[in-house]
């Protein structure tokens, strides 16, 4: 059976892929298509779903700063958006319920609003994913969405607290001492090396913190979380979370796969599911109208609210939580189940088109930001920046580097992750903080002394927009890019880059020329002695 769920998984993420999609939306209509051929889920197939939760939880944290959930903008705008949003649904189910329709029989306002409430969630296994896959996890509008996401969790607990009416337990304060485990864990990170021994420590901690909360009756995911938060200030979190990354997608798809068997649709419940759906758009300006009220950029908001527009797999286990309380009938959490993937598919293909969206209406979209914006992120760019290198990670640092040897101080470099353009700001680097993705950001640049822009990005999608607002101001210059693969070179010539660099191929070129320098070096000097 393990092979047929691996069968089907393949081959739809294939079809998605094929038509342009992402493979989470193949992985959901296989878990829909297994139930309908008779095949039920086994333990092994929910194992596998919960480990891909637990680990995603752990390596959100290491990409995590408490301070990012302390501002207002997060708090504050996920406890005020869950409030209204639950009072909307709650209103609409009200206005329904005079119809008389078969799937609202028994239904009280209380269990209303907790259809609300189980709506107001949006999905972290998601939206985490599409942020990975877009490059902008770390990014400010992708740090909006993750704080948010983590504020709906702690509700969550808070929830399951008390609808259960099971308190942890008095040794659940005891969990504040685990702040001084920080040390022994950084000891443990420099000793274990960079081999197979990191990513078994990195499951060590994962599930040990699971194991560690769920003793003390707290939901163990968030255990995961915080032992993830713990590790975030080691220099070795990002190397542990790259070590991660594909053992946590390999589970998730077990996730996306089981809830296709939370049971088989009617056609009435499928209808309801696609009412819920076509809220979504509200739910969106819901959110973008509350971020622009604490005074972030327009485009922030507007990002940040369209991931967020999406329905959560927490919205199943409240309703199936009602269910076992006898408060809903068992249709609703197949409605909940197609809510639920139907906004996973609209969230996966629209916030694709996200920045071009915004380009096309920023202007509209700008008309509703508030007076008091922060606008760090748009600049004027200094008259002698001739070389400009956006992505400032490790291959546009060490570009930086070469290319500060050949013409000094006439190159700059633009980054979207703020805390490591501070870091470069202090040790020197002429770095400024910024999303070459930002139409904003281009418009207000001078770009007239710009003879050449080196994009140093590993995402193809990422180069391809920067190089659309490239061309949408005219930029007269030249634009170099990297490649990873051979089918990405003709995707980027095609879309007017003057230079592509086989990533892999040139630093072996560059190793052997290298190695050639030394070996002639060896020789003249054998032959001046």
Known sequence: MDFIWILFAFACGLIARSAAMPPLIGYLIAGFALHAIGINASDNLVLLSNLGITLMLFTIGLKLKVNDLLAPSVWLSSSGHMLIWSSVILAVILLLLPLSLALFEGVTWEAAALIGFALSFSSTVCIVKILEESGEIKSRHGKLAVGVLIMQDIFAVVFMVMATGILPSTWAFALVALWLLRKPIYLLLERVGHGELLPLLGFFLAFGGYELFSLVGIKGDLGALILGILVAGHNKSTELYKSLIGFKDLFLIGFFLSIGF???????????????????????????????RF?????????????????????????????????LAKEWLVILALSVSFSFIITSITYRQAHRIYRTFNSTINRFENSRVRRDDTFKLPQEAEILVIGMGRVGKGTYHSLCKLVENRVWGIDSDE??????????????????????????????????????????????????????????GKVVAIARYEDQIEQLTECGIDRIFNFYTEAGVGFAEESLALLNSQSELSQQN
């Not at 419940?269 to 969106?284: D, E, Q, R, S």
């Not at 005074?295 to 940040?304: D, E, N, V």
């Open 262 to 292: 939370t049971a088989l649709p009617t056609i009435e419940m499928v209808v309801l599911a696609l009412g819920f759906t076509v809220l979504l758009p509200l739910k969106i300006l819901l959110f973008f109208i509350i971020f622009n």
């Open 295 to 327: 005074g972030l950029r327009a485009r922030t908001s507007f990002l940040s609210a369209l991931v967020l527009g999406n329905f959560s797999e927490f919205g199943l286990i409240v309703i199936a939580l009602c269910i076992e309380q006898t408060w």
């Open 419 to 476: 805390e490591r353009v501070k870091r470069l700001q202090d040790s020197g680097y002429r770095v400024l903080f910024g999303d070459g993705e930002d139409s904003d950001l281009w418009q207000n640049m001078d770009l007239t002394h710009t003879r050449l822009v080196l994009i140093a990005l590993p995402y193809i999608q990422d180069i391809k927009n920067i190089q659309d607002q490239l061309r949408s101001v005219n930029y007269p």
